[in-house]
């Protein structure tokens, strides 16, 4: 079956870098784009970071833009999230996630998604 394993989420303080990773399983990982969301507590999932199937395509929220990098080694069948610059209000759980297509469109939002990892809590603190 479909696994996805995240990794790499922890504390740190603001302005601080963190490194996430998600390892997928049970599926052909570079026939589909893939993508980050994360959700805050009392907050809705919202998406983070998504990228296609071949790699060349990525799309960020605002207010990670030029902060964060999405990225992924289909030989490896792994995803990442570099996250550079963290505030505080980038504290949530982060969720990998498996979109329905190839295209980058096809993991912006929670509705496209066929599946998704257990999540990885990252902390920021001011």
């Known amino acids: 079956q479909v696994q996805l394993v995240e990794s790499g989420g922890g504390s740190v303080q603001a302005g601080g870098s963190l490194r996430l990773s998600c390892a997928a399983s049970?599926?052909?990982?570079?026939?589909?784009?893939m993508g980050w969301f994360r959700q805050a507590p009392g907050k809705e999932r919202e998406g983070v970071a998504s990228?296609?199937?071949?790699?060349?395509?990525?799309s960020y929220t605002d207010s990670v833009e030029g902060r964060f990098t999405i990225s992924r080694d289909n030989a490896k069948r792994t995803l990442y999230l570099q996250m550079n610059s963290l505030k505080p209000e980038d504290t949530a759980m982060y969720f990998c996630?498996?979109?329905?297509?190839?295209?980058?469109?096809?993991?912006?939002?929670?509705?496209?998604?066929?599946?998704w990892g257990q999540g990885t809590q990252v902390t920021v603190s001011s």
């Open positions: 996630a498996a979109g329905s297509g190839a295209l980058v469109s096809r993991c912006s939002d929670v509705k496209r998604i066929n599946y």
């Open positions: 990228i296609s199937a071949g790699g060349g395509g990525t």
């Open positions: 049970g599926y052909t990982f570079s026939n589909y784009c």
